[in-house]
Structure formats: structure tokens, C-alpha cells
């Protein structure tokens, strides 16, 4: 079987399959794992009282175990096809990483032991601790994002060893953070949507208020992002490399870096230019559908904009992966941080195979648990529910 792959798909074409794969997961995680932040975010704001905050839980409660799948995926694709990458990103955000895992530790904690005690106060603090569980990760995923696109401060050695001179708080620069209210904003927006999809009356009517707010944000940080990669963010380019079949070898090349050089695939390739024009048009869309009371299509909508922004960032740094300020040279890229040959054709049949699946589950989930969460379904079925 690898052997037909082999001759049908070359050593170029699966580096850049596996590309779209990881970016398919980035949005899939987005889609579903972002609304499920989202409204953990908007949790204390739009839930007034404990059932309504019950109900607002309640909405993602059938699936948010699942919806985590794409983000176990999605390390684990980095993993196995960009090991250089995994190892460089574990370095470098190590204490980043460890404090999303430490909140989203408390999401499952939270939504488990909520409802087992009616003191106000013990189901206040696991409130709290689902939007801090919710909140963080959120940020933090935009905050290194933004992190990449300035450069991470590591180096290759000559035997391939990372070494990285940054620390905690140098991540939280200004653009980094700024990178951070797009992601937060992003999902805000999403779980606005979701919930207006799902509930009704005060609830929905809050949730609602909440779409243009999260889209404006999202559209004037995204905006500000793109001008801040015009000028006075420079951009990294590949000057000289060893080709797209050669062997993985992240050292094997030169890197520029230039004023503009993150906008110079749109210029290249016009048609990427389709990847913003999706994000702001998505924003503006959700925003008209959830004012006409129509957020399954609002919800469509804000989908198409998380995509768009996540292919922005994709298609901007395009070969790049891993750009490094210390030593250009030592960033890694879609040609030169990839696993072997093999792995990558065994990969591709593994996810040919299984992703569609996954794929399918995940609608059929969808379908069945579909419906909105009431007042009236809380008190009813109150011992069952989070």
C-alpha cells in the first residue's frame, strides 16, 4: 500500500498534505473545542442565576469531551509529522503549555463536581473556575500564535539539539497579546452564536447581545494584526534551501528576514487573499444572521470566519512553521521539519482512513443531541443534568 502512495504522491505533495491536515485539525479544534470556550468564557455574564448558569453548562455538556479530541489530535499530528516542531514548540512554551493543561484541567473537574453540592458558594467558585478554565486557554492559543509570526527565541545546534533563550512573560508582548484578543474574541463570538442557537428566552437574548461585541473586537484586532505584519513587523522569507524532496534537515537552508515579507504569498498567490476576506465577511455575516434570529446559519457563518482567520495566519507564514529570531536559519519549515517519507505515506493512509470517520461520528452526535436547553428541562431532569 505505501508503495502505490509513493507513486502517486511525492515527498512535496504529503509535506504539504500533512500542512492542510494539521490546519483541517487547528479549525476543526476551533469550530467545536472554540465555542465550548467560548461559552465557559461567557459563562458568569450571561447565566444570572444558578439555573440559568446550569442551562448555559448544559448546552455543551453532551459534547465537550469530544469536541476535545481535535486538540489531542491535533498535538498529536504536530508530533508525529514535524518532530522538530513539537520538540521546539515543548521547549519554548513549556510553561505556557502547562498553564493551559492546568486550566483546562479545570473544566472537567468543573463541569463534574458543580452540581453536586447546592452551596451557593461551592458552585460560584466552580463557575469562576470554568470561565478561568475556558479564558486562558483561549488567550493563550492566540498569544502564541502571535509569537510565531514574531519569531521564537531558540537555536539548532549542529547536532539538531533546541535551545531556547525566551521566557514566560517575553511571550506576552504587545503583539502577542493583541494576537490573543483575536483568538479570544474569535471564540467569543462562536459561543455567543452556539448558545443563541441552543437556548431561549433571557438567556438567548443576552447571548445575542454578546455576537457584534465579540465580532467588532475580532475584526478590529485582526485588522490591526494584519497592518502591525505590513509594518513594523518584518517577515521571514527562504532565500536558499536544499529543495521540497530532500531529506529533513532544518540547518540545510537561508533565511531573510524583510519588511512586509508575511503578506508576500498574497501577492504570489492572490487567491489566498480569499482566507481575511472569509474572516471579516464571516464576522459580518454571524453578526446580521444573529440579529435576524437566525443562528444556526449565524453559527455557519462564524464558523467560516474562525476558518478564515486560521488560514490567514496559515497562509501568511507558508513554508515557515517555526521561525526562529535568534538564528533565521535554524527556523523550521514545511520542507525541512518534517518526518520521513514513510512515515508521513503511512500517516496519510491511517487519516484517510480514520478522519472521515471521526468526521462522521462528530455530525451524527450533533444531529441526535441536537435541540435547545430550558429552565423547565433543568428542574425536571436536575439530578441527571451538570
Given at each position: ?29 476551533a469550530v467545536t473545542g472554540g465555542f465550548d470556550l467560548g461559552i465557559g468564557t461567557l459563562l458568569p455574564w450571561v447565566g444570572r442565576n444558578d439555573e440559568e448558569r446550569r442551562v448555559v453548562i448544559n448546552t455543551i455538556g453532551p ?324
Amino acid at each position: 500500500m505505501a508503495m502505490i502512495v509513493d507513486f502517486i504522491l511525492g515527498y512535496e505533495t504529503l509535506r504539504v498534505i500533512w500542512w492542510l491536515f494539521v490546519g483541517i485539525l487547528l479549525i476543526g479544534f476551533a469550530v467545536t473545542g472554540g465555542f465550548d470556550l467560548g461559552i465557559g468564557t461567557l459563562l458568569p455574564w450571561v447565566g444570572r442565576n444558578d439555573e440559568e448558569r446550569r442551562v448555559v453548562i448544559n448546552t455543551i455538556g453532551p459534547t465537550w469531551e469530544g469536541n476535545q479530541v481535535w486538540f489531542i489530535l491535533g498535538g498529536g499530528a504536530v508530533f508525529a509529522a514535524w518532530p522538530p516542531v513539537y520538540a521546539a514548540a515543548f521547549s519554548g512554551f513549556f510553561i505556557a503549555l502547562i498553564l493551559v493543561l492546568f486550566t483546562l484541567i479545570l473544566r472537567p473537574v468543573g463541569f463534574k463536581y458543580r452540581s453536586l453540592i447546592q452551596d451557593p458558594r461551592w458552585r460560584r467558585t466552580w463557575d469562576w473556575c470554568l470561565f478561568t478554565g475556558s479564558m486562558v486557554p483561549a488567550l493563550v492559543f492566540g498569544v502564541a500564535f502571535g509569537n510565531l509570526l514574531l519569531g521564537v527565541p531558540f537555536y539548532l545546534d549542529g547536532e539538531l539539539r533546541v535551545f531556547y533563550e525566551g521566557s514566560f512573560f517575553g511571550l506576552l508582548n504587545p503583539y502577542g497579546l493583541l494576537a490573543g484578543l483575536v483568538s479570544l474574541s474569535m471564540l467569543v463570538m462562536q459561543g455567543a452564536v452556539y448558545l443563541q442557537l441552543r437556548t431561549e428566552g433571557e438567556i438567548r437574548e443576552r447571548s445575542r447581545q454578546w455576537v457584534p461585541v465579540a465580532a467588532a473586537v475580532l475584526v478590529a484586532s485582526f485588522a490591526l494584526c494584519g497592518l502591525l505584519l505590513w509594518w513594523p513587523v518584518d517577515g521571514y522569507q527562504l532565500l536558499d534551501f536544499t529543495g521540497t524532496e530532500a531529506p529533513s534537515d532544518p540547518l540545510a537552508k537561508t533565511v531573510g528576514l524583510a519588511p512586509g515579507a508575511w503578506l508576500a504569498n498574497y501577492s504570489a498567490h492572490p487567491w489566498m487573499v480569499l482566507a481575511p476576506l472569509a474572516a471579516f465577511v464571516g464576522a459580518a455575516a454571524a453578526v446580521q444572521l444573529s440579529w435576524l434570529e437566525h443562528p444556526g446559519a449565524g453559527f455557519v457563518a462564524s464558523s467560516i470566519a474562525v476558518a478564515g482567520v486560521i488560514l490567514t495566519a496559515g497562509f501568511s507564514m507558508f513554508p515557515f512553521i517555526m521561525p526562529s529570531s535568534l538564528d533565521p536559519n535554524s527556523s523550521l519549515t514545511v520542507w525541512d521539519a518534517t518526518s520521513s517519507l514513510l512515515t508521513l505515506q503511512w500517516m496519510f493512509l491511517a487519516t484517510v482512513v480514520f478522519l472521515p470517520l471521526i468526521l462522521l461520528y462528530t455530525g451524527w452526535v450533533y444531529r441526535v443531541l441536537r435541540g435547545t436547553v430550558t429552565l423547565e428541562m433543568i428542574r425536571r431532569e436536575t439530578r441527571k443534568l451538570y
